[in-house]
């Protein structure tokens, strides 16, 4: 089954405390993204990659680290997560954003105390 | 920078129409429409690219106005399952991977 999946779906951490949100897609798919939502803000793109090695910051990059090493990966790291940071985190994947469709994960919900 | 969508809310009976509709303030290379509903994902309905067609998805279609910066998704006769919130994607550099979406507009049809 064509899929984005996300690992873990719900993490509740303390400030100051690394994470890695992991996000996987099995379309190999080139074009991936990452995004938060919060309420009445909408999704808001955090980092976007366009191809394997290919990384570029969306329209909220603060706080937050990508890579892509292999086609099939994107996640998102967290150095030193901080309240503000608390929000739902969305992946996606496309294979081409230009003309084709955008497929979302389950979403991760994190909560910073 | 973010489109603005209007209406922010709508309530529908089944069977009637709504439009929603993205505007931006900058030239619009392609605009993206999707459909969140409670607790899930955002599900991808259309994209409507510069020069290219109106696109329609069941009863579900979409208009781009380059000249107004302008994108209105049209929903007909609205059934149940369109209950949701939309939002519109709008990417101004063409094939980037940079999208900005709108706050989105939040849709409830009632029996």
């Known amino acids: 089954e064509a899929q984005v999946t996300q690992n873990p779906r719900y993490l509740i951490t303390v400030t100051g405390k690394k994470l890695t949100v992991t996000c996987s897609q099995n379309?190999?798919?080139?074009?991936m993204s990452w995004y938060r939502q919060d309420p009445g803000l909408g999704l808001r793109q955090i980092y976007y990659?366009?191809?394997?090695?290919?990384?570029d910051k969306g329209d909220v990059p603060e706080g937050y680290k990508v890579s892509r090493k292999e086609k099939r990966n994107f996640p998102l790291i967290l150095e030193s997560p901080s309240p503000n940071q608390t929000s739902l985190y969305f992946c996606?994947?496309?294979?081409?954003?230009?003309?084709?469709?955008?497929?979302f994960g389950p979403g991760t919900r994190l909560t910073v105390l | 920078q973010q489109p603005v969508q209007s209406p922010q809310a709508v309530i529908l009976r089944e069977g009637e129409d709504a439009v929603i509709n993205c505007s931006s303030s900058k030239a619009l290379y392609s605009v993206h429409w999707y459909r969140q509903k409670h607790g899930e994902a955002p599900v991808f309905l259309m994209i409507?690219?510069?020069?290219?067609e109106q696109k329609g998805h069941e009863k579900i279609s979409a208009s781009f106005n380059e000249k107004k910066q302008q994108s209105s998704l049209y929903l007909t006769a609205s059934q149940l399952s369109y209950s949701g919130t939309y939002f519109c994607?709008?990417?101004?550099?063409?094939?980037?991977?940079?999208?900005?979406f709108g706050q989105g507009t939040t849709l409830q049809v009632k029996p």
């Open positions: 409507l690219l510069k020069g290219g």
């Open positions: 990659s366009m191809n394997v090695e290919v990384t």
């Open positions: 996606a994947s496309s294979s081409s954003l230009r003309a084709d469709t955008q497929y």
């Open positions: 379309m190999n798919h080139e074009y």
């Open positions: 994607g709008t990417d101004y550099r063409g094939n980037t991977g940079k999208l900005i």
